[in-house]
């Protein structure tokens, strides 16, 4: 809108206090009145945006040679390859997070999960748990809807309503909110031309991954391990998994290899979606 939004884009504390605002939006006015409008700050924001993206976005298939993200790596890291980005999704849920929070916890280890927003609502302790263990919390929509079928009003609803869940659970806390993201990762990773509008429209930067553990699929936890290790040699090493929808036991096993055989092997597990990388 102006040109003075463009900064604050780049700024991972301004990001921050947009999301605070944009919070206060949701519980103010309709989705639908401001689907009408269409008028979110971000959106003449679209060079800082496509930057973001950038550096954010890997495409579903893995691409063995990542030429995006070198460069935003940093944070001074001494050795940026030795870094993995784990990530959840569709979680929080009562019987998986805890667990697999437990073990992120044990080895020191911070991720980022990308919420559903029903869940959020539903189960506000885990939230604010996995805020307090200093992990990362994302979007992942509210209902775990394919966004490409949706007009611009539900897909606000979706994400605001996903926001709103996640801020409230950190409300009253001692600045936890300042660990949300303004991340969103597309349930199914759909997306099209329209689904990105809509994402610069609400500020919102679209976050996929580069190597897929397959623990969707249910298998074991020696073949998610194996998984992972097939694409360290990605440059920018984001990790899928899920903390919720299914029996995520097997996450949790092959999760624990990860994190015991890949910290020995000097790999340092940080949030993806921070505003730094
Ligand atoms: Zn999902």
Redesign the pocket.
């Known amino acids: 809108m102006k040109n003075h939004h463009l900064k604050p884009v780049l700024s991972g504390l301004l990001i921050l206090l947009f999301l605070a605002s944009f919070g206060q939006t949701v519980y103010g006015q309709s989705a639908v009145g401001l689907s009408s409008q269409g008028s979110m700050p971000p959106q003449s924001s679209g060079n800082d945006f496509n930057q973001l993206a950038a550096d954010w976005t890997r495409p579903i298939e893995p691409d063995p040679i990542s030429t995006t993200g070198e460069s935003s790596n940093g944070e001074g890291s001494a050795d940026p390859d030795k870094v993995i980005y784990l990530t959840f999704?569709?979680g929080p849920d009562p019987k998986w997070t805890p667990q697999i929070l437990e073990l992120m916890q044990h080895y020191h280890a911070v991720g980022t999960f990308?919420e559903?927003g029903r869940s959020a609502a539903s189960f506000p302790d885990l939230v604010r748990a996995l805020a307090e263990g200093g992990q990362t919390l994302a979007n992942?929509?509210y209902s775990?809807v394919d966004f490409t079928k949706l007009d611009y009003g539900s897909f606000y609803k979706e994400v605001a309503n996903t926001n709103w869940a996640i801020l409230n659970a950190l409300a009253n806390t001692d600045g936890l909110s300042s660990q949300v993201s303004a991340c969103l990762?597309p349930?199914?990773g759909a997306v099209d031309t329209q689904v990105y509008s809509y994402m610069n429209q609400i500020g919102f930067v679209p976050a996929f991954w580069t190597i897929d553990t397959l623990d969707?699929k249910g298998i074991p936890g020696d073949s998610i391990l194996n998984n992972v290790k097939a694409g360290l040699g990605y440059a920018n090493k984001v990790v899928l998994m899920?903390d919720?929808?299914e029996n995520r036991e097997n996450t949790v096993e092959g999760l624990g290899l990860v994190l015991h055989d890949l910290t020995l092997a000097g790999y340092r597990f940080k949030p993806f979606c921070t505003g730094t990388n």
């Open positions: 999704n569709d990308f559903l992942h929509s775990h990762r349930p199914y969707w899920h919720g929808g």
